[in-house]
Nanobody, 126 residues
Framework: QVQLAESGGGSVQTGDSLRLSCVPS????????MGWFRQPAGKEREFIAA????????YFADSVKGRFRISRDNAKTTVYLHMASLKPEDTGVYYC???????????????????WGQGTQVTVSS
């Protein structure tokens, strides 16, 4: 059974940076797409970023473009979300999600991801 473990969340000030990690386990298969979503308190979960296993297709929500970066390790397993110039509106629970089948252009649709981590809290204070 695939499991995803996020880490790296915390409480920071406006303008600070954080790096979130997502480590898959329980399978030797390589994911097709890995996405990051966040859920602010009292709001719906929203797409933040995604990349394919090759790393040549990367997507970001408009709200984080130019501030966030997504990358993977050389083994193409662990995925990182590099967050810079953080703002209070970036506060929320951040989830990584994996799709072990091709989802093409539907990387923003959380229903296309079959596996989710438990989430890690990011709090940005002004």
């Amino acid at each position: 059974q695939v499991q995803l473990a996020e880490s790296g969340g915390g409480s920071v000030q406006t303008g600070d940076s954080l790096r979130l990690s997502c480590v898959p386990s329980g399978t030797t298969s390589l994911w097709w797409h890995m996405g990051w979503f966040r859920q602010p308190a009292g709001k719906e979960r929203e797409f933040i970023a995604a990349l394919n296993w090759r790393g040549d297709k990367i997507y970001f929500a408009d709200s984080v473009k130019g501030r966030f970066r997504i990358s993977r390790d050389n083994a193409k397993t662990t995925v990182y979300l590099h967050m810079a110039s953080l703002k209070p509106e970036d506060t929320g629970v951040y989830y990584c999600a994996a799709a072990y089948e091709y989802i093409g252009s539907e990387f923003r649709d959380e229903r296309r991801y079959g596996y989710w981590g438990q989430g890690t809290q990011v709090t940005v204070s002004s």
